[in-house]
């Protein structure tokens, strides 16, 4: 068996691939490692909002359907939060694809286990919610192959990324206003 | 039968300052604001699970150049602090809340009292301007103007709907 996937390089492939794609990330760990991947002004980095990432998405997916939204969200926080699979499935936009890293843990307060460590299953409680195409990914080229429909078919997509729970050294850019500015400004100009 | 003509003036304000894009937990007293709404093809309505979701994407149509409004009762107001404060206060998102004012004068339930107390000290607390418009005159003259307020500021606004204003709701 490979060697399990990492967060730091399930971004990289991701960000290596993208063009005019809007990304939204999770606070913490998803916001750090983008930002040190690809820091792009159609970022949008959540700081400080456990749980909205996707509802964050959703919104900019449903108000401009022209452009593919990516959300790079985290097990902990959707967790919190997943009432948002029932309204992504309801509103059911072509245009979002949800990117779930799947680390089993609170890897930012310490590595606490997660219920995806026990017995939950976020792709099946996305179908479940009613979201037809959720998958589970655990090794490189299956990533690839799952990145192949997030940037090419028509959502609302789900991909569970099973990542191994290694945390990621390195200071976030918290100039929040400044981001929010940039990001809506680059994504008028689109 | 209860006169509901207020929920239209509360529909218009926000249609006619360019508001298109709406989530809500609905309650009795938003559900007058949300017909009109609803009726409109010009407009999206989503039904969120929770409040909390509903800033999220509320924020994201912001970003994404739509501008909308929240509606709810004052127990989502509850459900949706931190996500006001730590997105909308903290990045300058501009939303508009609309809140059904429970448990202040002839509330029923006792259940409501509390979270209808705290609305008014939670608005304040965030920074967040509100009114609280007791009568459609009121409404007429107060609403163009903390809408625009909240565009300016770059910061959420709120209108709590007190049953002066909507003849609340009776037990």
Redesign the interface.
Known sequence: MSAPLTRALATRLLAERLGAEVV?TNLGQATLELQQAADRPLN?Y???????????????????PD?RVICLDGDGSLLM?L??L??IA??APPNLALVIWDNEVHQTTGGQPTATAARSSLAAIARGAGIATALEVRTEDELRRAYDRVLGEDGPLVVAVKVAAVRTEGRLDRD??G??RR??QA??AR | MVDTSWAKHVADVLRRNDLR?FATVPDYIVSHVLEPLWADPEC?V?????E???????????????R?ALLMQNSGLGNCV??L???DV????PIVLVISHRGDLGEFNPAQVPMGQAAGPILDALGIRWIKPASVAELEAQGDGLVKLAWTRALPVAILLPPELTGGKQG
């Open positions: 939204v949008f959540v700081f400080g909002s456990m749980g909205q990432c996707s509802s964050i998405g959703l919104g900019i997916a449903l108000a401009r452009v939060n009432g948002s029932c309204t309801t509103e929040v206003v981001y929010t990001f809506r994504l008028a | 894009m999206r989503v039904t969120v699970t929770r909390e979701e509903g800033v999220g994407l509320l924020s994201g149509a912001w970003l994404a150049g739509r909308g931190n996500a404060g730590s997105l903290a990045c300058q998102i």
